[in-house]
């Protein structure tokens, strides 16, 4: 059981690894704000749930797995929004100039 | 070389290569944006150092509010930044900035790869006394307690920085509302953050403020969020900035240092002198102090990144 649980662990933070360097490439790559913004949250939304996913099965009680659900589910509330702010901004300037 | 050893000498590096980003820097806002990351790096660095309270201080101080700090003061230069960007320091200034820096780089230097062996530590000493003042977490005990005073004095001197910010308001908008104009629509995403956030941020930070006595955590990493809540609710435009000649908001301000300060009078006569708490109420007294404080610091930071009133004071 024990193996199983820390194969799956493995498996999921890699993956969500995947996603987080996936989306600093689209980051560093992406011609305009909005595709770099369309990066950055795919990583923050998958890659930061997939590393929690994988690290419930790590979790010593119940109270600690709903600690790291709620720190993914407040980045995720916390992403989202800031993603609004920056592309509202960027809307702004561009029709601006 | 262990995977940990990896991860901590990346970590150093990447804190030192920010830091040279910051300064090279084109724009007031990149350098910014530069710190505020720079603060989440060496709030990881102290999280691996073990020194968790200094790490939360620096996440909530050294990063979240001197950065919101930092990048109002940005958009207020921004309009004479292109102009003032002609003004470079001359060769003098850069040669003694230089030497400054590596004087200093070498001592730190020296400090780190040369130890006094054994390295000199106060640390048993003060772990003896900690049952009797009944505070399980030793960096709370030293900060209330043994250092008590330099405590005391923190908190004077941010009275003091926000009496500075205010000084710089105009004659005409003095005792008026600092200047944060609501920034978003009443259906934006702002307002719908300031409704769902706070509820949450204001538990956290009683709770970090609570388990302070135990763990990691107290009255500035508290009323640090409090504050963080507190302006986001400002900004979004749930609740107008307070007006800085209303007398609750003065005696809030001014509340968490006057109850310290009486307390540390006190002492004098009960006891047996400034800051000394009487022993049968030293865990009592440490609560009431720190909830009190708490509530200044979150309202000093708050209004420190508010900044100067700039409109008129209404009736």
Known sequence: MRVLFDSFTVLAVSAGAVFFLAGTVGLLRFPDSLSRLHALTKADNLGLGLVVLGLLPQATGPLVALKLITVWLLAQLAGAIVTQLVARAVRRENQEA | MTAAMVLDVGLALLVVAVAVWIVAAGSAFAAVVGFVSFGLLLALAWARLAAVDVALTE??????????????????????????????????????????????????????????????????????????????????????????????????????????????????????APGLWPRSRPDGELTLLARLLPPIGIVVGIYILWVGAIAPGGAFQGGAILAAMWLLIMIAGLRPVPEIHRQWLRLVLVVGPAVFLTVGFAGFFLPNGFLSYPAQFTKPLIIVIEVVLTLSIAAILGLLVAGPPERERQR
């Open chain 2, 59 to 176: 996440a909530a101080i050294g990063s979240g509010v001197t950065g919101a700090l930092l990048m109002t003061a940005a958009s207020r230069l921004r309009p004479t930044e292109s102009r003032s960007a002609g003004e470079r320091p001359g060769a003098f200034l850069h040669v003694v900035a230089a030497v400054l820096a590596v004087l200093v780089s070498a001592g730190l230097a020296a400090l780190v790869l040369i130890p006094a062996s054994p390295a000199p530590s106060l640390a048993p000493a003060a772990a003896v006394h900690l049952p009797e003042l009944d505070v399980l977490n030793p960096v709370t005990a030293v900060l209330m307690a043994y250092r008590a005073v330099d405590t005391l004095l923190e908190k004077i001197v941010l009275l003091l920085a926000l009496i500075g910010v205010w000084s710089l308001a105009p004659d005409r908008f003095w005792g008026g």
